[in-house]
């Protein structure tokens, strides 16, 4: 059956207004304009969100990072410090079905827009709470960062080379990971809102995100498994599942099943033995011998280069793949095939975004630009029953703030 591909996406009509700054909240609200929503990034004078200011690199003064999670937006700036801001941004919430922050909870409380004061004006309204560490417990007063949950939440422990000390995973895994959650949340809270007229607080923490990650290895240690350490690019329950170096380059090789393992000493050649032996013929024998089998396997892989063995193990249905560097991943032709980057407009290609990761058949890829600071200010203004004059005054003092137009550039 053929789909015929809309452009405006499931979430058309939806209002969300992300009021989050940095990186997991900002991912959120742009997977949701992804799928189609009306995302209004509500932002402080002067500096915005605090992403904007990430760098290097820039490009033209515009950060890369702050690129990355924030397209198909629109930005309204707001001092709501001011009694007249305050007022713009209930209005605005008022209208809203959606409403992401990552603020502390005090300065919420003291300028009205917690939980449960929004949701006793808009019930309708789904509000999500991001934090460090959750709105309960002892510590949800804490901020926290990417580096801290990977910390707490036993990642790092696990992370790293046999023997060093332990790693933080490097890429804002935490950040990425907990705005996937959030709009998961989201969107199952909307299908209700849709269906009852029902709002909901969502709690979603990069802590919690990072336990979640941490699932097998903490399920397998309750188990009464031993404490696990850093252990390089191996599994803790899978062998033989790990990088190996070929004659001219890094591989890994994951071995999955029982019917693999044999597979894969086939191909490989010279692992007959291996193959024929009974105490390895499942995955528990083979964790046991695991320093025996893969002083063999590194010895066999060793004598040819990458691109042969890789070959020769899809062949074989063996999953295995290069270690690539980032300057092969963005020429990778199934990266390219899957449009996966998508060059910043305007940004002559040196800005890119990555493609969120799920795919609608029935959605065309939204790409728009990433808002500059204020840019739609005014527009959004009018967008909630402010009349022009009206608008002008909320602009001339200072309570609400538009981008200004580079030199003969109108926005």
């Known amino acids: 059956m053929t789909t015929n591909v809309q452009d405006h996406g499931p979430l058309h009509g939806l209002k969300v207004v992300d009021m989050t700054t940095s990186y997991a909240g900002p991912t959120a609200a742009m997977y949701l304009a992804d799928l189609g929503a009306t995302v ?13 200011s990430w760098g290097p690199p820039f490009v033209d003064g515009d950060s890369a990072w702050f690129a990355s999670a924030n397209r198909n937006k629109q930005s309204l700036v707001l001092d709501v410090r001011t009694e007249a801001g ?71 422990s696990v992370t790293g080379e046999a023997g060093r000390s332990p790693q933080r995973v490097s890429t804002a895994l ?18 209700r809102q849709l269906r009852t007229g029902r709002g909901d607080i969502i ?7 990072d336990l979640a990650l941490m699932a097998p290895r903490i399920a397998a240690f309750h188990a009464g498994e031993p404490e696990p350490a850093p252990s390089g690019g191996t599994d803790s329950v899978l062998a033989v599942y790990q990088p190996f170096a070929t004659s001219d380059r890094s591989i890994v090789v994951a071995i999955g099943n029982d019917a693999m393992w044999q597979r ?7 692992l007959e033995d291996l193959a024929a032996d009974s105490e390895l013929v499942d995955n528990a024998g083979r964790r046991r011998h695991r320093k025996r089998i893969t002083e063999r396997v590194a010895a066999r892989l060793v004598t ?62 939204r790409n728009e630009r990433f808002p500059d600071l204020g840019e739609h200010t005014r527009e959004i203004l009018l967008d909630l029953g402010y009349g022009p004059d009206e608008a002008d005054d909320l602009l001339a003092g200072g309570a609400a703030v538009q981008a200004m137009a580079p030199e003969g550039v109108a926005l």
């Open 40 to 52: 209004i990034k509500v932002e402080r004078p002067g500096h915005g969100d605090d992403a904007r």
């Open 86 to 156: 305050r007022e713009v941004l209930l209005r605005l919430l008022d209208s809203a079905d959606v409403f992401l922050q990552n603020m502390n909870p005090a300065k919420l409380t003291r300028l009205g827009i917690d939980g449960e004061t929004l949701l006793q004006r808009n019930p309708r309204l789904v509000y999500c709470a991001m934090s460090g560490f959750g709105l309960t417990g002892p510590d949800s007063s804490l901020p926290g960062y990417d580096l801290a949950a990977q910390a707490r939440s036993g990642l790092m």
């Open 174 to 191: 935490s950040d990425i990971v907990t705005g996937m959650c959030a709009a998961l949340a989201i969107n199952a809270a909307v299908v």
């Open 203 to 209: 709690d979603v923490s990069l802590l919690d995100s």
């Open 264 to 270: 894969f000493c086939s191909v490989v050649g010279d």
């Open 304 to 365: 040819r280069p990458a691109t042969e063995w890789l070959k020769l193990l899809a062949e074989a249905d063996v999953p295995a793949s290069p270690v690539q560097s980032l300057s092969e991943v963005v020429e990778d032709s199934q990266v390219i095939a899957r449009g996966a980057l998508m060059p910043v407009p305007g940004s002559g290609g040196e800005l890119v975004t990555v493609h969120s990761p799920f795919r609608l058949a029935s959605v065309a890829p």
